[in-house]
């Protein structure tokens, strides 16, 4: 069965960092696509940052420049850097995974087949 645990979050002041990480466990086969998405009270969950199974790696607008991801196959993490946070960026953070290649939308969270529980980021004024 697959498995994602997040760690990390919090809460910060605007401008702050904060880094959150990713590990799964319990794949028979690798996936090709692992991301992080998010979702504020009453909004729909939308992508923030996907890393492939290779060197590919996608930012939303709202947080290119501020965001990086990084995917460490060997160890099974995947882990979220957030710099120059906003109250904006306020939302429960997921880890997700998708074994496949090919089969949707990789930027729509309904393609996904896996997730974890979310941790919270909370950034004040």
């Known amino acids: 069965q697959v498995q994602l645990v997040e760690s990390g979050g919090g809460s910060v002041q605007t401008g702050g960092s904060l880094s959150l990480s990713c590990t799964i466990s319990g794949y028979t086969a690798r996936p090709y696509y692992m991301g992080w998405f998010r979702q504020a009270p009453g909004k729909e969950r939308e992508v923030t940052s996907v890393?492939?199974?290779?060197?590919?790696?996608f930012f939303t607008d709202t947080v290119k420049g501020r965001f990086s991801i990084s995917r460490d196959n060997a160890k099974n993490t995947l882990s979220l850097q957030m710099n120059s946070l906003k109250p904006e960026d306020t939302a429960m953070y997921y880890c997700a995974a998708r074994i496949q290649q090919r089969g949707g939308d990789w930027r729509r969270p309904e393609s996904y087949h896996y997730w974890g529980q979310g941790t919270q980021v909370t950034v004040s004024a």
């Open positions: 890393a492939t199974n290779g060197d590919l790696r």
